[in-house]
């Protein structure tokens, strides 16, 4: 595991949907094994603990790469993700859409056609998909009865978006997350174990 780690002081590159990031900006990059970074969480839930948030700064300008941007980084920190999503704090809220028929603002959530989980080291991982091809996913943890998001993403025709950082759900964000839970299927991991501590 370590030897593909990304460590402080390396150059590297990634890929965004976005031209927006600045020469000298530090981003935060979420970091998967490989086998989660092409199939997804839900496939292999035990990589969600091996995951890392990467802290780097952007050392040239975007340059377009077929429908992304690619930048360069250098790396300034990696760490593991859940004890810095457990002390960063949050500033979002979960993914609205306006329901036009019945005139009301509504959370994508509550139009989740397929919902999977999965208990992680203490956390509650959830994701869905829906019909109008969006994909998210939710870390959540619940503590003396309240619920706390995270981390959020969301992936759809019009672009991915990841929010870090921990924060109380408001009591709608919770009805709706916790109907997701109680409809999801059980997720396992799908393939054998194949990184080294």
């Known amino acids: 595991?370590?030897?593909?780690?990304?460590?402080?002081?390396?150059?590297?590159?990634?890929?965004?949907?976005?031209?927006?990031?600045?020469?000298?900006?530090?981003?935060?990059?979420?970091?998967?094994?490989?086998?989660?970074?092409?199939?997804?969480?839900?496939?292999?839930?035990?990589?969600?603990v091996m995951s890392y948030i990467v802290a780097a700064k952007v050392t040239r300008a975007s340059e377009r790469h077929h429908f992304q941007y690619?930048?360069?980084?250098?790396?300034i920190s990696c760490e593991p993700m859940f004890p810095k999503l457990r002390t960063v704090r949050g500033d979002w809220t979960l993914e609205e859409y306006l329901d036009t028929l019945q005139n009301r603002t509504c959370?994508?959530?509550?139009e989740a056609s397929w919902c999977g989980s999965a208990d992680v080291d203490g956390l509650k991982y959830i994701c869905a998909h829906t019909s109008t091809e969006s994909h998210m996913e939710l870390l959540v943890e619940e503590i003396d009865g309240d619920m706390f998001g995270l981390l959020s993403t969301h992936i759809d025709p019009g672009g991915e978006y990841c929010y870090l950082g921990r924060r109380k759900?408001?009591?709608?964000?919770?009805?709706?997350?916790?109907?997701?839970?109680?409809?999801?299927?059980?997720?396992?991991?799908?393939?054998?174990?194949?990184?080294?501590?």
């Open 107 to 110: 959370f994508l959530w509550e």
């Open 70 to 75: 690619r930048y360069d980084f250098e790396v």
């Open 1 to 48: 595991m370590a030897a593909i780690l990304p460590q402080a002081g390396q150059q590297t590159y990634a890929f965004f949907g976005t031209d927006a990031l600045q020469v000298d900006e530090i981003a935060n990059i979420l970091w998967k094994p490989p086998f989660t970074a092409i199939n997804g969480w839900s496939e292999q839930p035990a990589e969600i």
């Open 169 to 197: 759900f408001s009591k709608h964000e919770e009805t709706a997350v916790r109907k997701a839970i109680d409809q999801a299927a059980q997720l396992v991991d799908t393939y054998k174990k194949y990184l080294i501590d």
